[in-house]
């Protein structure tokens, strides 16, 4: 059975023009998008988002960052779509992330790590309907 997740292509590869590029290498990899929106989240929306992290101190930098351009979110499906996700992103830090991944690709920085995906089934279904209508998932 094919599960779900989502993953959110960041300011940073919207801004350097590799959006297509990983959204390329999400389908080549067996990611069904299921639903797609360009959007730029309002400060209330990223801290929503983010609300998890409200505590840390990277957070005020986190919003600030997520809504400095616009940002495309995705619902994909795939066979252990989060696990597979995870590992097709890359380590959080570019630097540390193997060869290959998104990340290690695209990523800048820890917080311009070019790409975030769900880190669990539940999260994947929070961070979807966060984003997106049961009807707008085809």
Do not use: C, W
Not at 70 to 77: D, G, M, R
Not at 100 to 122: L, P, V
């Amino acid at each position: 059975m094919a599960n779900r997740t989502f993953t959110i292509i960041k300011p940073d590869s919207v801004r350097k023009g590799n959006f297509g590029k990983i959204i390329s290498r999400l389908e080549s990899e067996g990611f069904r998008i299921l639903g797609l929106k360009k959007v730029s989240l309002s400060t209330k929306q990223a801290q929503g988002f983010y609300a998890v992290h409200s505590e840390r101190p990277f957070y005020p930098d986190l919003v600030k960052y997520m809504t400095s351009g616009p940002v495309y979110v995705a619902a994909l499906e795939k066979e252990g779509a989060v696990p597979a996700l995870r590992k097709l992103m890359g380590a959080t830090d570019p630097s540390k992330a193997d060869a290959g991944t998104i990340r290690k690709e695209f990523g800048e920085s820890i917080e311009q790590n070019a790409i975030h995906g769900s880190d669990s089934d539940e999260n994947a279904a929070i961070e979807i309907g966060f984003f997106f209508a049961e009807s707008e998932l085809l």
